[in-house]
């Protein structure tokens, strides 16, 4: 199962730490990812992180504001989101898969959302 927090409603230049919290004796093995849904638009890859976190990924929207970590102690992966624009305001979720990019149809496991809001 994958658990999403974290989400709520910021301000334009704010900031959010949304958190993906993983269970499961094979966790550690899997390739997370970030992705978010805009309404009416289609789910956007936004950053992903290998499974001992030797490799990150980021969408171009996004690179330099947002930054993808994980902590296999604790079964959890962190997206730190700077600089927020409301443009960023999507649902996101999280999602588990055995390669490490952000194209949604790699991952077999999903979250069920939160929702992040930027706006004045």
């Known amino acids: 199962d994958l658990v999403e927090s974290g989400g709520g409603l910021v301000q334009p230049g704010g900031s959010l730490r949304l958190s993906c919290a993983a269970s499961g004796p094979t966790s550690d093995y899997y390739a997370i990812g970030w992705f978010r849904q805009a309404p009416g638009k289609e789910r956007e890859g936004v950053s992903c992180?290998?499974?001992?976190?030797?490799?990150?990924y980021y969408a171009d929207s996004v690179k330099g504001r947002f930054t993808i970590s994980r902590d296999n102690a604790e079964n959890t992966v962190y997206l730190q989101m700077n600089s927020l624009k409301p443009e960023d305001t999507a649902v996101y979720y999280c999602a588990a898969g055995l390669i490490a990019t952000i194209k949604a149809g790699a991952f077999r496991y999903w979250g069920q959302g939160t929702q992040v809001t930027v706006s004045s």
């Open positions: 992180i290998s499974s001992f976190a030797s490799n990150t």
